[in-house]
């Protein structure tokens, strides 16, 4: 009886911890094993459920003695496919066993007869073939939905349909939908019908300031020009002219380059330090006074006195900014053709003064972004996808004023399509392709697009109406990085005219696109350092990292980022905006889009002059400040003698050296403005021709840079020849 007690008796089950030796198959969720974004990279959604399998390397049992509770973990080795592997510890309860190495012993005893199998309800072998259906009864009664058939994607059946456009999947349209784009160079036309492309001024036959003239719109310029005079004469001053205008913006730039509290300081002639200069804006021929008149009179648009009585508050301060966007975008339209890429994004330009769409006062559209590093007024614009000049500019203004200006064959359309439609249409019909981000991308952009002859790439992350993507986000990849998968849609006649694709590449991105497909682009390279050797204090190493990427990202990220370029150029290298302070948003605006200008003139200029290599933007900057303020524009150039042309240019009551005033123009003798050390009285030195004490210096010596002494020359009141000589001496050229 002992012994058949014993023979009945069931073995015991190996617990978890017995099961899980080294070497063990075990599986885990991928969300244990890595983050969440790496998770999302491989398998969209599933992201939270998807299992991954791996190897067991140690199983660690620590005994708490505070609770009296032992702490079971696993230190596994997980397989994510294509040789990627990460370990992990994990928590006993975390890990499911998947095929263990071991098993309990079957000893020959405990194997039960035929009879107790039937007994046990498990279901006869069937002599029939297996099938692929599984019989809906199991062992103890479980109920298993039977298996799904396989799926066979057909190019003639669509693989989902997404509010009325099918996609289907056909391997080979989805490489290339469309016929390529041609490369195109950007092209400027001059007012006497030149067209100038990339390398036509090696020769450097125009200027900084001539390429300046170009980026400007000549009728903003005169509009600009008439509107600040009206300001000044409504106030008493006197009116300004073109080049007194261009010396003003040559004054503006120039003072990017210095750091200063009070603008007033910049035409002090007294140095900050002994190791700086001081900037002695007098220099530049345009007086402190001069200067603040024209600031305060400044004027980009023309607004009436009076408000008209059907016109709302907003639209009335509109009219300040409202003509120079128009002319900009008029003359950019007119002369200058843009490359076989557009990319359109949005600029802010830096604002936190009064205004606000909720107040009657200054700026009437405020915008505020997290995302972006400043705040103020939003400019959606335009620019030419490869050298990054600004082509079109619009500004946000309210919902109000949007719709007002929504047209009739518009309804229907999003506002992002909408506004993409306004930034392009002036070069519509030509077959350039559109790169948009996600606030324009969406399937009905891409069909508008289409409909006015253009091509367009985009990015979809919210506006996912028609956009097969919970069809692309349920795509597993088991080698993340530059793996790509899409849908091809295709027009009434069966040719494709569309790809929805995703590419993997730090994250899923979504594409829609009617330019490219997935064909094989160059790779992205990438330079990152790397602890690759483990020991303590080994050193990093630099490796090169490819990542494959298909045509329509290669095309879209080069060209994508070029506003946010010129963004940076307009608020960090150049940067009037930080070192200007204004109270009127309208100046501030005006001053965001001329420094817009400036940054083409950079960008049209280097690619002109220097295709390859060239100065920067600094020096660009500081030279065409220098070109502005010396212009001669206005003036009647004749040929005179040289003693004429000399005296000419002494004929000046400011110092041009540091911008002092003078008691006289002209070779004169002018007193000097030092001090004695410790004492209120004029300095002294001795003359150059009788060496007596004076304290008057040759105002020609003073001019020139090149000597760095006072020259001390006696007056002539007391009858003295020492200037008369000094003069036929050391100025014969002054000498008529």
Same mark, same amino acid.
């Given at each position: 009886? @002992? ?166 999947? +056909?391997?080979? @349209? ?22 100038? =492309? ?72 007294? #140095? ?5 200069? #001081? ?53 950019? #339209? ?102 948009? +981000? ?6 009905? /952009? ?53 790809? @929805? ?67 940076? +150029?307009?608020? +960090? ?70 003693? /004429? ?21 002209? #070779? ?13 009285? @004029? ?42 000589? =000094? ?5 014969? =050229?002054?000498?008529?």
């Amino acid at each position: 009886m @002992a012994s058949q007690a014993a023979t009945n008796t069931p073995k015991r089950t190996p617990s978890k911890v017995e099961s899980l030796k080294t070497g063990a198959k075990c599986k885990a969720k991928a969300i244990c094993v890595t983050n969440l974004k790496e998770c999302s990279r491989r398998f969209g959604i599933f992201a939270k459920q998807m299992e991954v399998e791996g190897v067991v390397v140690l199983v660690k049992s620590t005994l708490n003695p505070t609770r009296n509770r032992r702490l079971n973990t696993v230190f596994a080795r997980f397989d994510f496919g294509d040789g990627c592997t990460k370990e992990k510890t994990l928590h006993m309860k975390s890990i499911e066993i998947w095929s263990p190495l071991w098993t309990p012993p079957s000893p020959l005893e405990t194997i039960p007869l035929v009879g107790t199998a039937i007994a046990a309800n498990i279901p006869p072998i069937s002599a029939q073939p297996p099938t692929d259906t599984l019989d809906s009864t199991l062992l103890g009664g479980a109920t298993v939905a039977p298996a799904l058939p396989p799926v066979v994607n057909s190019p003639d059946i669509p693989v989902v349909t997404k509010h009325g456009v099918d996609w289907y999947d +056909d391997s080979e @349209a989805i490489l290339d939908p469309v016929a390529s784009t041609p490369a195109r160079k950007w092209s400027l036309t001059t007012p006497i019908g030149e067209t100038l =492309h990339p390398g036509s001024n090696e020769q450097k036959y125009m200027s900084r300031l001539d390429v300046f003239l170009l980026a400007f719109p000549p009728k903003a310029l005169t509009s600009l020009c008439r509107n600040t005079n009206m300001a000044l004469m409504l106030r008493g001053r006197q009116s300004t002219a073109f080049p007194e205008l261009l010396k003003f913006f040559g004054v503006i730039i120039l003072s990017t380059k210095f750091e200063f509290e009070s603008r007033a300081s910049l035409w002090s002639t007294i #140095a900050p330090s002994k190791y700086i200069s #001081a900037p002695a804006f007098g220099k530049t021929g345009m007086s402190r006074d001069r200067f603040d008149n024209i600031w305060s009179c400044l004027r980009f648009g023309y607004q009436p006195t009076e408000r008209p009585q059907a016109m709302s508050s907003k639209q009335y301060r509109w009219l300040l900014i409202d003509g120079f966007v128009e002319e900009f975008n008029k003359y950019m #339209a007119e002369v200058f053709g843009p490359t076989e890429v557009i990319c359109v994004d949005e600029s802010i330009s830096r604002w936190y003064g009064q205004g606000g769409h909720w107040i009657n006062i200054g700026l009437p559209m405020y915008v505020a972004i997290n995302r972006k590093p400043d705040n103020g007024c939003e400019i959606q614009c335009a620019a030419c996808g490869k050298s990054g000049i600004m082509i079109r500019l619009r500004l946000v203004k309210t919902a109000e004023e949007e719709d007002r200006n929504v047209q009739e064959h518009d309804n229907g359309l999003l506002h992002g399509t909408i506004v993409l439609k306004e930034l392009v249409y002036p070069w519509a019909r030509n077959g350039r392709i559109v790169c948009a +981000d996600s606030y324009f991308a969406s399937v009905g /952009a891409a069909e508008e697009m289409r409909r006015i002859g253009l091509k367009f790439i985009g990015v979809v992350k919210t506006a996912t109406k028609k956009f097969p993507l919970a069809y692309l986000q349920r795509l597993p990849f088991t080698s993340p990085n530059g793996a790509r998968s899409g849908l091809v849609s295709r027009t009434e006649d069966g040719k494709p005219s569309m790809v @929805a694709c995703v590419w993997i590449d730090r994250e899923r991105r979504y594409f829609i696109s009617n330019a490219y497909g997935l064909t094989p682009g160059s790779p992205y390279i990438r330079k990152r350092w790397r602890q690759e050797d483990q020991a303590p204090n080994a050193p990093a190493t630099q490796v090169t990292l490819e990542v494959p990427q298909p045509k329509v990202a290669e095309v879209y990220y080069n060209s994508c980022g070029k506003i946010d370029q010129h963004n940076r +150029d307009r608020q +960090d290298t150049l940067g009037v905006e930080r070192k200007l302070v204004t109270h009127f948003w309208d100046k501030r605006v005006g001053l965001t889009i001329f420094s817009m200008i400036a940054v083409n003139s950079f960008r049209m200029y280097k690619e002109l002059t220097y295709p390859k290599g060239g100065e920067t933007q600094k020096e660009f900057y500081g030279n065409l400040a220098e070109e502005l303020i010396d212009n001669t524009l206005g003036q009647v150039n004749l040929r005179t003698p040289r003693a /004429a042309r000399t005296a000419a240019a002494t004929a000046s009551a400011i110092n041009p050296s540091d911008g002092s005033p003078r008691m006289g123009t002209h #070779a004169h003798l002018t007193p000097t403005k030092r001090k004695r050390k410790n004492s209120n009285h @004029a300095l002294q030195g001795n003359c150059k021709e009788c060496m007596k004490k004076t304290k008057y210096c040759c105002s020609l010596c003073k001019d020139n840079p090149e000597k760095s002494k006072e020259q001390w020359i006696c007056p002539t009141d007391k009858g003295k020849m020492c200037f008369s000589a =000094h003069l036929q001496t050391v100025h014969e =050229h002054y000498v008529c």
